[in-house]
């Protein structure tokens, strides 16, 4: 896979945020434009991420690989990350993920049949206050999830699917 002009021009943006001989700075922005293009980041795309970057592959393989917002394999077209930390578990995530696992079919890092969900854990996401907390492929956060609003967030994303 190679990154079209698009997204190399967004990650000029994200480089021109930074000094120039300091361009690495822009890794990780570089890697969530290279995600949203392409869904996941094989090792190509990472090799690619690199050269553009103008840094060692392995350099940029161990940023991806250090946070779990990263995909390194494919996944399905709603990737949903529930926070299971003690705070959020003592607030009700353990069950909601249960209840989303029971309507899923699934287990933590698998996905639907039908490639619609993949089912993360997460970690602390910083809104303990407001769990269970739910996050749509790292750009969207349900918080206060019930098993009714649970509920209604996946038939939303299957609508979409």
């Known amino acids: 896979m190679s990154l079209s002009a698009d997204s190399l021009k967004r990650i000029d943006r994200e480089?021109?945020?930074?000094?120039?001989?300091?361009?690495?700075?822009?890794?990780?922005?570089?890697?969530?434009i290279a995600q949203d293009e392409n869904g996941w980041l094989s090792s190509d795309t990472l090799a690619e991420v690199a050269r553009y970057l103008g840094m060692p592959p392995v350099a940029v393989y161990e940023v991806a690989t250090f946070y779990n917002m990263y995909n390194l394999e494919p996944t399905g077209r709603f990737k949903l990350t529930i926070c299971t930390c003690l705070p959020c578990g003592l607030q009700g995530a353990l069950a909601a993920a249960d209840h989303i696992k029971a309507r899923l079919g699934i287990d933590f890092n698998q996905t639907t049949a039908d490639g619609c969900f993949t089912l993360k854990e997460g970690e602390c996401m910083g809104a303990c206050a407001m769990a269970p907390v739910v996050l749509v492929n790292n750009k969207r956060m349900c918080d206060r999830l019930s098993n009714e609003a649970i509920d209604t967030l996946l038939t939303e994303l299957k609508a979409k699917a």
């Open 15 to 32: 480089i021109a945020k930074y000094p120039a001989d300091q361009k690495q700075s822009a890794v990780m922005g570089a890697l969530i």
